[in-house]
C-alpha cells in the first residue's frame, strides 16, 4: 500500500506565502504523477498543480506564476510553493499521487488526507 503524509497548510494573510509537502511511503515499485488538488467549500475538488515523473507540469491557470510544483523524487515527496496568496486560494489542499506499488503492474491512484489553507484578506 501507498501512505500519503501531507503537511503544511495553516492561516495565512493575504499577499503571504506558504508551501505544502506531501511525502509518499509504503510498497511500490514507481511513482508517476504527482499532484496538488484543492476543494473549497461548496465547490468541486479542482487539479491546481500536477508534474509527472518526466518533469511535465501543469498548473490552474488562476495560480500561475504565483504557486511552483516541484518533487524530490529522492524523498518520494511532492512540494507546492504559493506565494501572493489571496482569498480565493482557501481550501483543503489534497495531495494525489499515481503509483505502481510492489508486485502489480497497474498504476493506482491516491490521496492525502487533505490540508488547510485560509488566505485572510
Known amino acids: 500500500q501507498v501512505q500519503l503524509v501531507e503537511s503544511g497548510g495553516g492561516l495565512v494573510q493575504a499577499g503571504g506565502s506558504l508551501r505544502l509537502s506531501c511525502a509518499t511511503s509504503g510498497s511500490f515499485r514507481s511513482i508517476n504523477a504527482m499532484g496538488w488538488y484543492r476543494q473549497a467549500p461548496g465547490k468541486q475538488r479542482v487539479l491546481v498543480a500536477s508534474?509527472?515523473?518526466?518533469?511535465?507540469?501543469n498548473y490552474l491557470d488562476s495560480v500561475k506564476g504565483r504557486f511552483t510544483i516541484s518533487r524530490d523524487n529522492a524523498k518520494n515527496t511532492v512540494y507546492l510553493q504559493m506565494n501572493s496568496l489571496t482569498p480565493e486560494d482557501t481550501a483543503v489542499y489534497y495531495c494525489?499521487?499515481?503509483?505502481?506499488?510492489?508486485?502489480?503492474?497497474?498504476?493506482?491512484?491516491?490521496w492525502g488526507q487533505g490540508t488547510q489553507v485560509t488566505v485572510s484578506s
Open positions: 494525489k499521487v499515481a503509483a505502481t506499488v510492489v508486485g502489480s503492474v497497474w498504476e493506482q491512484y491516491y
Open positions: 508534474v509527472t515523473s518526466g518533469g511535465r507540469i
